[in-house]
């Protein structure tokens, strides 16, 4: 999962776009390890269940993500 994170999150600061990850598994336990890959973060809940995940990584780039349950 870690590395689905991480390029997640590259993909979204070298495209300037949101990338969306679907998780197997507690989206919650996929928020944490994302918070473990990066310098700052933030979440909300969208209506529909998923996490939307914005920050900045260790470089300060900054990337948007959205954590989708399989």
């Known amino acids: ?3 689905t994170l991480i390029n997640a999150i ?3 600061i070298a495209y300037d776009c949101t990338a969306e990850v679907d998780v197997d598994g507690d989206l919650f336990d996929a928020l944490a390890e994302l918070a473990s890959c990066v310098d700052d973060y933030d979440h909300t809940t ?3 269940g998923d996490l939307d995940v914005w920050g900045q990584d ?3 780039c900054s990337f948007r993500v959205i954590l989708r349950a399989a």
Do not use: E
């Open 10 to 12: 590259a993909h979204s």
């Open 46 to 48: 969208d209506a529909n």
């Open 58 to 60: 260790d470089d300060g």
């Open 1 to 3: 999962m870690r590395t």
